[in-house]
């Protein structure tokens, strides 16, 4: 009987002999080292405080773009703008927050004065504008008239279309 391959004999082994041989093998296994493989490397050697070469200085020559300036300066600009907006919204919602007979007045006579403003100045204007323009049209042809109009209109759920064609 061969201690390297038992299976390698044509007899099966005693019931003392395959408990024997198990207890080999398992042995075996127990007592040997499994192989170690490295999966990273971690170098220990301790490190220079600089490199072999001199330290070389290194201008920083960076150029900011026309248009980037611009741009930046416009949305400080508007960042300005809308914190003034806000604070003045803020203010009116104050104002409407303490409703008395005051802010009431506070918030609307303004208004109406300007409305008043706008319809005075409104009918100045349209009264000057009557005054001065007279409409008199005088036609030295004859005049031919055809109601030849076609009309076209497609109507969708939320959108709508419409062709109009005069024929002359």
Known sequence: MSTENPAAD???LSESEA???ARRIIEGLW???PATTTTSYVDRTPVPPYGSAE???QEDHRIVPAWAAGVAVASIGVGAGITGVGCGVWLVCQGFAAVTLTSVLFVTLPI???AAA???IGSVVRSVKAATVTTHH???GPVHQEHNTQVTSHGGKWFGRSNTTVNH
């Open 55 to 57: 330290p070389v200085r």
């Open 138 to 140: 005088h036609y030295s």
């Open 118 to 120: 706008v319809v005075a």
């Open 112 to 114: 109406a004065a300007l």
């Open 19 to 21: 408990e024997a041989e």
């Open 31 to 33: 007592k040997s080292e």
């Open 10 to 12: 044509s007899r099966p």
